[in-house]
């Protein structure tokens, strides 16, 4: 029998200790109309949302039910849950080739630099792949 997550509320799990994934995440609250709830990966019980620890540090995930995405489809997937239908439509272009292979890079570029872009620190830097 699969094993299946419990039902949470749908939850965009991302990096507490880097000040510029704080500052997005903050701003998405002030900006967008629906936001799902929000969890650092540092105090979030990342078995129950079938993550390890490894996957927490290397990009946002966005877990509704049993859905799971992870870096720019996780954001890609808020914005196709937003009652804008511009919002709507930006999340779903971001998930067709050639837009999600843009997405995929632009996310790729973000998280790699997030420490030289506005509320990161040196903290925020990312390990390097060995």
């Known amino acids: 029998m699969p094993t299946t997550l419990p039902k949470r509320p749908a939850t965009l799990i991302f990096d507490g200790d880097c000040g510029f994934c704080t500052t997005a995440v903050l701003w998405l609250q002030r900006t967008l109309p629906r936001v799902p709830a929000t969890a650092p990966f540092q105090w979030t019980d990342?078995?129950?949302f079938g993550?390890?620890?490894e996957q927490a540090r290397s990009r946002v995930?966005?877990?509704d039910?049993?859905?799971r995405y992870g870096g720019a489809a996780a954001v890609a997937a808020v914005l196709r849950g937003q009652p804008v239908p511009a919002l709507r439509a930006l999340g779903w272009l971001a998930t067709v080739p050639p837009w999600s292979w843009?997405?995929?890079a632009g996310y790729s570029l973000v998280a790699r630099?997030?420490?030289r872009?506005?509320?990161?620190t040196p903290a925020?830097?990312?390990?390097?792949?060995?």
């Open 65 to 67: 039910g049993s859905r």
């Open 117 to 120: 872009l506005p509320g990161g």
């Open 46 to 48: 990342l078995a129950a």
């Open 113 to 115: 630099f997030r420490y």
């Open 124 to 130: 925020c830097r990312m390990p390097r792949a060995t």
């Open 102 to 104: 843009a997405a995929d």
């Open 51 to 53: 993550l390890t620890e």
């Open 61 to 63: 995930w966005f877990i």
